[in-house]
């Protein structure tokens, strides 16, 4: 088929009974890329999950990108869930210096630069976020690079600091009132002492 344009009908690889313009039986479509990326799609039969990713074993990133445009694309799902499980995890520790790394971070209002030759009007505007470079001084575990060098910040990666952060400041909320409630009990002392001895 080398050559042949189809203008009609649809196309089936691994099946006579193409239900779409291309349809591919099998586990995953694979394209090898300019890079020997060798970007996939498909499913392994484990789950009810579609699967999208590399078979490349050196290839760790997923980019959302318009190629004609020459920017990033925004990705719209109805929830983000991060791998969280203990069995992938170890030296789990606590988290320390809270609070110090908090007040550290400085978050900021900014505009977007317009990229490549295309200008989103989703981008215009007002955002709020972090300064990755500025993070990277201070959280270098959520901050990374991408393939084109750009500094990234996993978001979802302060939660936890900022949750303890908040148990550090509540501690301290809680000692000083309880030591104002020492002191009012010294001055209520006090002040029945001195009214015990008055003429």
């Not at 520790?93 to 900021?108: D, E, H, P, W």
């Not at 030759?117 to 300064?131: P, Q």
Request: charged letters at 20%; aromatic letters at 6%; a negative charge.
């Amino acid at each position: 088929m080398n050559g042949t344009f189809i203008t009609t009908g649809n196309v089936g690889i691994g099946t006579s009974n193409p239900l779409q313009k291309l349809h591919v039986a099998g586990s995953f479509l694979r394209v090898d890329g300019a890079g020997g990326e060798q970007a996939y799609i498909g499913g392994d039969g484990f789950g009810n999950d579609v699967q999208l990713g590399s078979m490349n074993p050196n290839v760790q990133n997923v980019a959302v990108w318009n190629q004609s445009a020459g920017t990033r694309m925004n990705l719209f799902a109805a929830d983000f869930i991060k791998v969280s499980d203990s069995r992938q995890k170890k030296n789990v520790r606590a988290i320390s210096r809270a609070l110090a790394q908090v007040t550290q971070l400085r978050g900021v209002i900014y505009e977007k630069h317009e990229q490549g030759t295309h200008h989103d009007s989703r981008d215009a505007g007002s955002h709020i976020g972090f300064i990755a470079q500025e993070v990277n001084a201070i959280l270098p575990e959520v901050v990374s690079q991408d393939s084109k060098r750009m500094y990234g910040i996993s978001y979802t990666s302060v939660i936890p600091l900022m949750v303890e952060a908040i148990k550090e400041q509540q501690q301290t909320i809680l000692c000083f009132q309880e030591e104002l409630e020492e002191l009012e009990v010294i001055k209520g002392s006090c002040l029945g002492h001195v009214t015990d001895h008055r003429p």
